[in-house]
Structures are given as structure tokens and as C-alpha cells.
């Protein structure tokens, strides 16, 4: 029985996992959100994971907020860089395996081709700065059989996220404005966690590794819109809107594209186009919503 430490639970990537643990029998898991578990302390996550034998750490805790963190910056910084930084030199200490979740919001977007793990970061809010930071610490500290692994554009039938928004705003109102400048892939946490757990027995390296996952394909969030409604049979009309119309505190890359060549190759990891996981996910939603009523 391998004992596994998932913090961030409440998260969506960490529900998902949650909601994948009855397929994984020979894991036994502990779901931790900042109630249970400060990972800013490092005494107390030191203790939990000496208490209860931890041998794998899946770190989806974040300050994810990305236009509050520009006011909140000691916080994000807080969660998204000292938090990991403390996080890594445990694993080295004890020896853990350790796989951190990060974000497209490193690169600036100026690329015209999809980012690879090597290419130069430029983040350009604080989110992203602190989320690069987080990853720098994790390189110092360098902890064996560590991965770091960016996405982008995450959604599920768990929490609030974009998919869910754009399906409430449908049914209220008769059209909607979303940004059309802004290119990237929708990731379906479901299949991301699914990832995760099939990449864990399988990584086995010196140092820390990087690796990109999102769905496959590529969309702007007002073709990603389009998607949902299509999907949902709602009558609404999506109105592609330039991004500077939005007064956002915090700046966005207008192209996040990430290459996810390394983690098939590596890993075998099979990655479903982002519609066909929009699907599946909308059903999930769908079922949800039926059973509550």
C-alpha cells in the first residue's frame, strides 16, 4: 500500500482525484486542504507525513486568484513559492516523491508556437511570478524522483470554473462577450489526474523534471464558449470581444499554447482533443444536476 498526500483537495484537480481513488486500490490516499494541513509550515507537514508514512506528495495547493494576487501579493507568494519551496526540501529530507502542479502563466505569450518545457519564461502578473518562483525554489532544492508539471485553462464538474459560468450565464441571458484573442487549451482535470496517478510508479529521475499537460487542439476562449453552448442546447448568442475591452488587474498571455510531446514520450500518457473531454465533462455536469434534483 503506497501512502499518498494530496493537498489542495478542495481544489478542482484535487476532487477529481479524490474521485478517482476506488480505481486505485493499492494507494492509500489522505486529502488535505489549508484547514487540515498548513503547507506553509514546515514542521507540520514534516509531522503529518512522518505520522503517516507518506511516500508520494501531489502538491495542487495554489493561490490561483490571478487578478486578486495583484493586490494580494504576499499571500500568492506565500501558497505559490515559499509553501513549495518548504514542500521540496521535505521531500528531499524524507525522500519522497514529489509532483508539483503549475501554470502556462510562466511564458508571456509571445510565441507563435507552442511552448516547450525549455523555452524562457516572462510571466507578466503576479500569479505567474509566483508560480515561477515556486518552481525555481523546487529546482534549487532539486529533491530525486520530482516532477513539476504546468497546465492551463483547468476546468471540472467540481468547483467554479469557466465551463460552469459560461453554462449559467446561457440560460440567463440572450448573449455573452468573451475574449477571442486570447489562445490556449482547456484542460479537463478528470483526465490531468488520471495522468498523475498513471505517470507516479513511472517516475524515476535525478533531480526535478518538467512537463506540460493539456488537452489536445487549440481555442480561444470564445471558441471554447461556442463549445459549451453548442453542447448545452442553450439559446445564447457568444460574441467574440477583444481583450482589451476587459479592465483586468492582471495581464494576460494572449498565446499559452503548451507542447505536451515530452510527457507522451515519456510517460505513454494518451491526451484526448479538448473537445471530446469538454464532452465528457458536460455529462458529468449534467448527471450532477439531475441527481441533485
Avoid at 166 to 171: A, C
Wanted: aromatic share 8%; glycine share 4%; with cysteine.
Amino acid at each position: 500500500m503506497i501512502h499518498v498526500l494530496v493537498t489542495g483537495s478542495k481544489g478542482q484537480l484535487g476532487l477529481e482525484l479524490a474521485s478517482l481513488k476506488s480505481n486505485f486500490l493499492n494507494y492509500n490516499f489522505f486529502f488535505t486542504d489549508k484547514s487540515q494541513l498548513d503547507i506553509t509550515n514546515f514542521k507540520a507537514v514534516s509531522t503529518y507525513i512522518l505520522k503517516n508514512k507518506i511516500e508520494v506528495l501531489i502538491n495542487c495547493a495554489a493561490y490561483t486568484n490571478v487578478d486578486k494576487a495583484e493586490e494580494e501579493q504576499d499571500l500568492a507568494n506565500e501558497i505559490n513559492h515559499l509553501a513549495v519551496k518548504n514542500l521540496a526540501e521535505i521531500a528531499k529530507k524524507h525522500q519522497l516523491k514529489l509532483i508539483h502542479i503549475s501554470t502556462d502563466y510562466v511564458f508571456d505569450g509571445s510565441s507563435s508556437a507552442p511552448y516547450t518545457e525549455n523555452e524562457s519564461t516572462n510571466p507578466q502578473n503576479v500569479y505567474g511570478i509566483t508560480k515561477l518562483n515556486g518552481e525555481k525554489a523546487l529546482l534549487k532544492v532539486n529533491p530525486p524522483n520530482a516532477v513539476i508539471i504546468r497546465t492551463a485553462w483547468l476546468y471540472s464538474s467540481f468547483g467554479e470554473n469557466f465551463v460552469k459560468t459560461i453554462l449559467r450565464l446561457s440560460t440567463e441571458k440572450e448573449s455573452i462577450s468573451v475574449v477571442s484573442d486570447q489562445i490556449g487549451t482547456p484542460t479537463y482535470a478528470n483526465d490531468l489526474a488520471k495522468a498523475i496517478l498513471q505517470m507516479r510508479p513511472l517516475i524515476k529521475n535525478n533531480g526535478v523534471q518538467i512537463y506540460h499537460y493539456t488537452n489536445e487542439g487549440k481555442c480561444s476562449w470564445f471558441q471554447f464558449a461556442e463549445e459549451i453552448i453548442k453542447l448545452s442546447k442553450n439559446k445564447c448568442e457568444v460574441i467574440p470581444v477583444s481583450s482589451s475591452t476587459y479592465n483586468s488587474k492582471a495581464k494576460r498571455p494572449n498565446f499559452s499554447l503548451l507542447n505536451t510531446t515530452k510527457i507522451q514520450q515519456e510517460f505513454g500518457v494518451k491526451i484526448p482533443q479538448w473537445k471530446d473531454a469538454l464532452a465528457v465533462c458536460m455529462e458529468q455536469i449534467k448527471t450532477k444536476a439531475t441527481n441533485e434534483d
